[in-house]
Antibody, heavy 120, light 109 residues
Framework: EVQLLESGGGLVQPGGSLRLSCAAS????????MGWARQAPGKGLEWVSS????????KYTDSVEGRFTITRDNSKNTLYLQMNSLRVEDTAVYYC?????????????WGQGAQVTVSS | DTVMTQSPATLSVSPGETATLSCRAS??????LAWFQQRPGQAPRLLIY???ARASGIPARFSGSGSGTEFTLTIRSLQSEDVAVYYC???????????FGHGTKVEIK
């Protein structure tokens, strides 16, 4: 059974940093593209970032480019999202997702999410 | 970015009836269209990809259709467990970035 478990969320002040982790199990993590999506309170979904299986290529939505960094440790079956220079508008539930094979940004399995609140 | 417009915003359907959800793209997305279900308090769940391919474990009463810029998700024999918000997503690599619609909320009448 595919399982994705996010951790590291919390309350942070504007301009602060936070690192999310996603522990994966139930599949061969090192062979899948992985990604992060988010959902602001009462809003829809937004795809935030993707990373290929080797970690050698990443992409980001414009609003987080230069502030967020996605990485992975295939030896630990763990995905990360380092979030710097956080803004109020980054407040959201952040979901870790395994990406559907043959695509780069369609999540076929999602974690339960980690709440990130940016507020003074 | 490609704007995805879903209609209606809310749909009330009687149990056992059929729900028809629409999704329109501001530019062609080819066959790169997916549908997700998000039940209250839960994470999204992939239902359909490539317009009409059902994801693993998805019942046959969920079906997708359409082409180019106009797409439809059909839910037959609606059940109480189908109460959720449904999102479409385009993932055409030529359209800069994947984008989601704002969702259609399906309720039981």
């Amino acid at each position: 059974e595919v399982q994705l478990l996010e951790s590291g969320g919390g309350l942070v002040q504007p301009g602060g940093s936070l690192r999310l982790s996603c522990a994966a199990s139930g599949f061969t993590f090192s062979t899948y593209v992985m990604g992060w999506a988010r959902q602001a309170p009462g809003k829809g979904l937004e795809w935030v970032s993707s990373i290929i299986s080797s970690g050698g290529s990443t992409k980001y939505t414009d609003s987080v480019e230069g502030r967020f960094t996605i990485t992975r440790d295939n030896s630990k079956n763990t995905l990360y999202l380092q979030m710097n220079s956080l803004r109020v508008e980054d407040t959201a539930v952040y979901y870790c997702a395994r990406v559907l094979s043959g695509t780069y940004d369609v999540g076929d399995y999602w974690g339960q999410g980690a709440q990130v609140t940016v507020s003074s | 970015d490609t704007v995805m417009t879903q209609s209606p915003a809310t749909l009330s359907v009687s149990p056992g009836e059929t729900a028809t959800l629409s999704c329109r793209a501001s530019q062609t997305v080819g066959s790169n269209l997916a549908w997700f279900q998000q039940r209250p308090g839960q994470a999204p769940r992939l239902l359909i990809y490539a317009i009409s391919a059902r994801a693993s474990g998805i019942p046959a009463r969920f079906s997708g259709s359409g082409s180019g810029t106009e797409f439809t998700l059909t839910i037959r024999s609606l059940q109480s467990e189908d109460v959720a918000v449904y999102y479409c997503q385009q993932y055409n690599k030529y359209n800069k970035w994947p984008t989601f619609g704002h969702g259609t909320k399906v309720e039981i009448k």
